[in-house]
């Protein structure tokens, strides 16, 4: 995929809950607003149902593979426990070709990461499914088969949620709507290829009830 922003490294609000996010592009947010990112749309719309959880620190870079979010995850230490972790990561590796069985051993690893990263408790990480960039003008642009990249985005999505399953871990499908809006030019942003704003605030939507379980009272 495109090269773009660099990681955010900025520690969360000394305020409520610590929120971290990892991932690629689709987490940084490449061609909308910071405050537009779909993990800070998701921080604001749970704390204004009373969930105090801070704006995250956010682990994510444009292009980044499974490998490469794991590497930079090393460089960003010391870290420290975090009250809930997201994770969506995988597209960089079905876009360049990578192998699905790698993919499964690097996204189980960086799964155990996330998980001991919340603090050991796998019930504060959260998993989003992998968007259908096929679906995107972009995609339908690229000379590529879109109905191939569909197939082998379902079955990456498909070995993260087993992987999450066994886990314990909480998965959330936003590629059904990345699908469904895939076309539809208020869903992108300038490039043609990467979520808008809009967009985003729909995986915001799609990850809510799940975050609200896992971060209500035990």
């Known amino acids: 995929m495109l090269a773009g922003h660099v990681a955010d490294g900025a520690p969360a609000s000394a305020d409520g809950l610590r929120y971290l996010a990892l991932g690629d592009s689709y987490t940084i ?3 909308v607003a910071g405050d537009d990112r779909w993990p800070l749309q998701l921080a604001r719309a749970l704390r204004a ?3 105090a959880l801070a704006d995250p620190r956010i682990i994510a870079t444009t292009g980044w593979t499974t490998d490469e979010l794991a590497a930079a995850i090393d460089a960003a230490e010391p870290i420290g426990d975090h009250d809930f972790v997201s ?6 590796n079905q876009y360049r070709g990578r192998d699905l069985d790698e993919y499964r051993t690097q996204f189980t690893a960086l799964l155990e ?9 796998a019930g504060r990480v959260l998993v989003l499914s992998i968007p259908d960039w096929g679906a995107t003008r972009f995609g339908r642009e690229s ?3 879109p109905d191939a990249i569909a197939r082998e985005l379902d079955a990456f999505n498909a070995a993260a949620r087993a992987i999450c399953a066994a886990h314990g871990v909480a998965f959330v499908d936003i590629t059904t709507v990345s699908r469904a809006h895939g076309a539809d030019a208020s869903m992108l ?3 043609g290829l990467h979520p808008s704003a809009r967009a985003h605030a729909d995986w915001a939507r799609q990850a809510l009830p799940a975050a609200r379980r896992l971060l209500a009272p035990r």
């Not at 990461?113 to 408790?121: H, M, N, P, V």
């Open 29 to 31: 947010g490449e061609g």
């Open 49 to 51: 149902e009373g969930v």
């Open 87 to 92: 994770l969506l990561v995988g597209v960089n």
């Open 113 to 121: 990461r996330a998980i001991g990263l919340a603090g050991g408790d």
């Open 143 to 145: 000379g590529r088969d």
């Open 189 to 191: 942003a300038d490039d």
